[in-house]
């Protein structure tokens, strides 16, 4: 750990994982009946574990008000709690004829974040140390108990990585609306209410 903090590299072994591929069911018979899981080393994960607990503690200075999810005291329900809020209100509102309500599904849109994204407000040590969790990550896949050839990771995180909520979390930072620029009430629905208000 502290050659890691002094230097900023990895050893190659460290960050090289397993994956396996767990059966989701009895008697798998397609791709999509298996779970893939990364094995990471106990070695990687401490390091992880300490560079995610030290964003833990600034994390809330990055994040806005709206953001539910890794973020401790609030939860991905909250977000569904507003989105029924607002719905309800709609349904509510005189003349509610021309009404919209989109969802945005970003699930890919990290996986093509540029990495760019994640320097922003972050000191040059942090930066080195998380680029180096990401930028060398190596993994081999477990194939009836033998590993194949590793290979490097193209995009995306391992699931399972300390580290991964909250990059996640800063890769969100800079795909959402800012809520606070935006007008109070936007087409009639009021935006960035405190989540835990209840319509009257």
């Known amino acids: 750990m502290s050659d890691f903090y002094r230097s900023g590299k990895l050893e190659r072994s460290i960050n090289c994982s397993f994956i396996a591929l767990i059966p989701k069911m009895e008697n798998p018979s397609e791709i999509a009946d298996f779970r ?7 070695l990687y994960k401490i390091v992880a574990k ?7 503690v ?9 953001q539910c999810t890794f973020i401790i005291g609030r939860q991905i329900f909250d977000g569904i709690l507003i989105a029924n809020e607002v719905i309800h209100s709609m349904k509510k509102m005189e003349g509610n004829e021309g009404n919209l309500i989109f969802k945005l599904d970003f699930s890919k849109a990290y996986d093509c974040a540029h990495w760019d994204f994640f320097r922003i407000r972050f000191g040059d040590r942090w930066i080195v140390w998380s680029m180096e ?3 060398t990550m190596r993994a081999a896949v477990l194939v009836n108990g033998s ?16 580290l991964s909520p909250f990059l996640l979390v800063k890769g969100l930072v800079y795909l959402q609306c800012k809520i606070g620029v935006l007008p109070i009430c936007y087409l009639g629905i009021p935006l960035g209410a405190d989540p835990r208000r209840v319509a009257t």
Do not use: A, H, M, Y
């Open 147 to 162: 590993s194949t050839n590793e290979f490097n990771f193209g995009k995306g995180l391992r699931q399972g990585d300390p």
């Open 133 to 135: 969790c990401v930028s």
């Open 36 to 42: 893939p899981i990364c094995l990471v080393s106990s």
């Open 58 to 66: 600034v994390i809330s200075e990055l994040v806005s008000g709206t």
């Open 50 to 56: 300490v560079l995610s607990r030290r964003f833990r």
